[in-house]
């Protein structure tokens, strides 16, 4: 299983980014996945998780900017980010719960300019 993150980079205070993270063996509507963030000197944390039958959960800081979802594909997890505010500048990560292992995939970018 390989994770491939992309869509990262610099972007102002109140634009949009949309990431996606496609996984070579692993069907996202059958398991699940999730977006991680670590900000420099911070630890990673839970950004936003899709398991199976499509139900989301985000955490309270992206709550009603950020949208979780799973491609046509379904081997392919997006994370659509809006209203970016220089608080979410940091490496995302995407992750994947397949077969009972733990996948990560590298992490891409995110800068938010103010």
């Known amino acids: 299983v390989q994770l491939q993150a992309s869509g990262g980079g610099l972007v102002q205070a109140g634009g949009s980014l949309t990431l996606s993270c496609a996984a070579a063996g692993v069907i996202f509507t059958s398991t699940t996945g999730a977006w991680y963030r670590q900000a420099p000197g911070k630890q990673r944390e839970l950004v936003a998780s899709i398991t199976i039958g499509g139900r989301t959960d985000y955490a309270d800081f992206v709550k009603g900017r950020f949208t979780i979802s799973t491609g046509n594909a379904k081997n392919t997890v997006y994370l659509q980010m809006n209203s970016l505010e220089p608080e979410d500048t940091a490496a995302y990560y995407c992750?994947?719960?397949?077969?009972?292992?733990?996948?990560w995939g590298r992490g891409t970018l995110v800068t938010v300019s103010s």
């Open positions: 992750y994947a719960q397949w077969l009972g292992a733990n996948y």
